[in-house]
């Protein structure tokens, strides 16, 4: 009798998770492949090709790829330095790595025009440093200033990843190998990275599809379509723009998109299961 | 002195470790740091290996001073408490790691990692990751790790508390023979007085950061000096007060008792081996007895007072009820002072240890 129960439950909370996950994400995920496809591959392949488009490809790749860089070296060095060491402020800094997470992103592509735009108290010492190096950075409305706002968003993934595993192993086999003499690079090497190395696979790959799907922070630091837009930024601007065709266009670089995200499913998947079979070994 | 340590004092926030630590430790010998959980002694070691940093005091090896000197060049061998075996490393990698770092030539790496595999008879397993070992193997092969780049100082912290009870027997006595083949100077933190009373030459008793007595495990178990000692080693029964007690008239107020099994002797009245002690002999009640594999532990009240004594399994039946003649040969007593050792008055002249 309890067992039928269970049972009973057990179908009906997987019917509803079901038809949550039907209307909510698989319906949407459809319409977006039936609409890019609507008008014919040819009209898809246009505008998969228009000049716009590539920009926003390249632009995202650009971000997505520095970000990753970027954040997995920090994030490392930030959750080796959270878990291995005891200091003054180690609560202060693990709670300042999740800020990301609880801010708005458009609120941090603000931040950055505030700091570093035309009135920002910042710029005058990037035209310094412009006027000294014969350089000409702008860290706002440019692809640099996407390149930063994405690793401001992107920017806890990775260490949240690797800190519960450091935390998990403790410091035994580290202070084991350096009673031993090896040398802080050395522990990292042999003893750390082959505890964190799923974990911090996983958090590159969440990183990356963070990365390339950022619509907030990027909208917030980038305004000129066909050099800086990224992806989502062209998707919405083709949207906006109203006409039958540009909306099927729309439809068409989101189904891009959707393809990313799904390889990048794919691969997050497969480094779960690896992972879990390292561990049971 | 080999190892030394000087005016050691740690504290972690409000909690004190080291409360003004001092010993030595001389070359070759296998000492145990014995107390209760919580009582700083795994601090001394990790300050001993340079894991932890003491807030002020001397740490000398060798004569010299090596506050400053890293763990890693300290050239000491630490055995973890859960062994800290590196998880992805075969037996052969791990036991290999510390020559590795030194750069050691392969060949040699190789000769030493075979002696230390052969040593710890782990032949045809240097391929095992240490999961796929059991507790026992794995304790061995953190043995082997530490000593394979040729420590002058070996420091084991805990290392059977993580083994199951009839392996740990086994392999305490495997340690000790290890580490006298290898003539070692090893330390060895430990919060159960049998492991360390039957493995160290030498004992070194921490309680609440202080060192309460060093000395070698007789000399502790007989010579107690700190009411701490006095009732921490050896199994103890406290007692506030001996009125009563024949013999005992002198032992002054606001002192108490601790009698141990073996100072209690109970036997029958009939018995001739006592017949010349019996001005001093307490009647006593059998209130339990317990069989304990090799011995009885039998419980007794006498003047209102319940003690313990052991009796062979050679001597004759007793019953639980039966009156039996009980001599009580000595106690120590203690306040806050410190802890001395009483004889019986009325046996005085009598050769207890030729019985």
Redesign the interface.
Known sequence: MKQNSQKIVQWILIGISVIFFLLMLVLPLFEVIYRALKDGLESYGRALTASNTLSALKVTLIATVIAVIVNTIFGVIASWLVTKFDFRGKNVLSTLIDIPFSISPVIAGLAYIMTFGRTGWAKPLIDGINDALGTDIALVFSVPAVVLATIFVTFPFISREIIPVLYAEGR??E?????????GF?IFR??TF??IKWGLLYGIILCAARAFGEFGAVYAVSKARGKTFTLPLEIDALYMAGSADSITQAFAVSSLLVGMALVMLILKSIVEYRGKMKDK? | MYVEMKDICKKFGDYEAAKNINFGIEQGKLVALLGPSGSGKTTILRMLAGLEQQDSGDVMIEGKVVNDVPASERGIGFVFQNYALFRYMTVYDNIAFGLKVQKADKQKIHERVMEMISLIGLEGLEKRYPNQLSGGQRQRVAFARAIAPNPQLLLLDEPFAAIDAKVRKDLRKWLKEMIQKVGITSIFVTHDQEEAVEVADDIIIINEGRLEQMGSPISIYKNPKTPFVAQFIGTSAILENLKGFKGYDAVPEGKKVIVRPEFVEAFKSDNKKFAGMMNAVEEGTIESVVFRGSYLELTLEVNGIRLTTNRSLERRHVDIGEKMCVLLYRVYLFDDEGAEIRKNQLLKGIDIEAL
């Open positions: 035994d086999e202070e084991a190998a350096a009673m031993m003499g090896a040398s050395t042999k003893i082959p505890h070994e």
